[in-house]
């Protein structure tokens, strides 16, 4: 006999997880499927939300320990349709088969197949999207004369290196020009090199206890 898991999520604590599993139950019993766990979360549409009863299914399918995964819907197993894409993709890729009792999906069937490579082409083009759109604010901030990418640290370089040469501690250089001690320590040693020949440098040791320290 094939073993199946049920899995199901509620969103407020006065939803009944045993109606979702109501409908799962009657298609395990005429599929011939042995019930191996049922796993559930109580959880909201966030997919930051952390879900303690998907992720022990996913452990236990890549142990084997069941065949299938039954669900009443495919919007109890996604918090939204790049979150279901990859648990679909990854049951897929596990062998795992996914059984939806409304929609109704079976991947193992040919029209499992299909639905689970539209999903894949769905997650494709909302990349595509994003990454149109993001092409397009680079040009339009292109076009209006503006930065694009990181902007660059603006600070008096020299003042800094002057500062910091002069005796001020690493931690006052960097808290006067409101930038790290690991940026001064930075900027100090890129300057050692085209430093004037009456401009005292710090001893080589003293910038490596500065480094380590920052």
């Known amino acids: 006999m094939n073993k199946a898991v049920l899995y199901g999520r509620i969103s407020r604590s006065d939803e009944s997880l045993e109606s979702q599993f109501a409908l799962v139950r009657e298609i395990a019993a005429k599929r011939g499927f042995e019930i191996a766990a049922v796993y559930s979360d109580l959880a909201s549409c966030s997919s930051k939300t952390k879900r303690a009863g998907i992720e022990a299914l996913l452990r ?15 919007d109890r197993l996604g918090t939204g349709v790049k979150n279901l894409w990859e648990l679909v993709r990854e049951l897929d890729g596990l ?27 769905i997650e494709e083009l909302q990349k ?3 990454r149109e759109r993001i092409k397009g604010a680079m040009r339009r901030r292109k076009l209006d004369g503006l930065p694009i990418g990181r902007i660059p640290l603006r600070i008096d370089r020299g003042a800094v290196v002057a500062d910091r040469l ?17 940026t001064v320590v930075r900027l100090v040693r890129e300057a050692q090199g085209r430093l004037p020949a009456n401009f005292t440098q710090l001893p080589q040791e003293t910038m490596q206890r500065a480094e380590h320290v920052a």
Do not use: M, Y
């Not at 890549?62 to 819907?73: E, P, T, Y």
């Not at 062998?95 to 082409?121: H, M, Q, W, Y």
């Not at 002069?166 to 690991?182: D, E, K, P």
């Open 60 to 74: 236990d399918a890549k142990r084997g320990v069941f065949s299938a995964v039954l669900i009443s819907s495919l």
């Open 95 to 121: 062998g795992i088969e996914l059984i939806s009792a409304k929609e109704p999906v079976d991947t193992a069937t040919p029209n499992g197949r299909v639905f689970v490579a539209t999903l894949g082409c």
């Open 128 to 130: 595509s999207l994003n």
């Open 166 to 182: 002069s005796g001020l501690s690493l931690t006052q250089a960097a808290q006067r020009h409101g930038i790290s001690r690991t």
